[in-house]
């Protein structure tokens, strides 16, 4: 079955302990991307991949960082967590974004809803 | 970044009525995406417009991608309990480009 599963689900944190929300794909997509979902705002996007060991900043980049070592797998790193970045976030992945077919949807992972206390 | 601009933010809707909820933007988009997100889970395409003009289909849902390409539209007819969820709008300037998305709209469902 096509996934993309992230975890934790639920995580509740404290200001500045590193935290990683593990993101993994198995459908062999080369696009994977994390977005941020707060009310009113729709999905914002903090950095995507192209394709291993490519990455590049999205909308709202500032205090994560991400790495792209394997293409199945694209976790998201807290450094330092803040309660500005309390928030849901989605991993999704695509076969590509250099072509818009009706079979290259994006899917999306469950979601990890992140409070940082 | 930009963002589209969805309305309405939320629907309170009784069953069997139909739905409305458009998307605009000030700048063109060539691709147009409709997604559905159950409570809990991610979103879930739903319908993908890829002409101005284009009216798509799929069951009881019906998008279209206003020919001034700033602006689609997606109507759900005769809704039922199962239709509840936030629903998101996307857009794409290119193929390559990131999807740009909507804020979301909020359908609830009284049975």
């Known amino acids: 079955e096509a996934q993309v599963t992230q975890n934790p689900r639920y995580l509740i944190t404290v200001t500045g302990k590193k935290l990683t929300v593990t993101c993994s794909q198995n459908?062999?997509?080369?696009?994977m991307s994390w977005y941020r979902q707060d009310p009113g705002l729709g999905l914002r996007q903090i950095y995507y991949?192209?394709?291993?060991?490519?990455?590049d900043k999205g909308d709202v980049p500032e205090g994560y960082k991400v790495s792209r070592k394997e293409k199945r797998n694209f976790p998201l790193i807290l450094e330092s967590p803040s309660p500005n970045q309390t928030s849901l976030y989605f991993c999704?992945?695509?076969?590509?974004?250099?072509?818009?077919?009706?079979?290259?949807?994006?899917?999306f992972g469950a979601g990890t809803r992140l409070s940082v206390l | 970044g930009q963002q589209l601009n969805q309305s309405p933010q939320s629907m309170f809707i009784q069953e069997g009525e139909d739905v409305s909820m458009n998307c605009t933007s000030s700048?063109?988009?060539?691709?147009w995406l409709w997604y559905k997100q159950d409570p809990g889970e991610g979103p879930v395409l739903l319908i993908a417009l890829y002409k101005a003009g284009e009216l798509t289909s799929n069951g009881r849902l019906t998008a279209q991608f206003g020919i001034t390409r700033k602006d689609s539209f997606l109507n759900i007819s005769a809704s039922i309990p199962s239709d509840v969820g936030i629903y998101f709008c996307a857009g794409q300037k290119n193929a390559g480009n990131m999807l740009t998305f909507g804020g979301g709209t909020r359908l609830m469902v009284k049975p």
């Open positions: 999704a992945s695509s076969l590509s974004l250099t072509y818009v077919l009706a079979k290259n949807i994006q899917y």
């Open positions: 700048s063109i988009f060539n691709t």
């Open positions: 991949s192209m394709n291993v060991e490519v990455t």
């Open positions: 459908m062999n997509h080369e696009y």
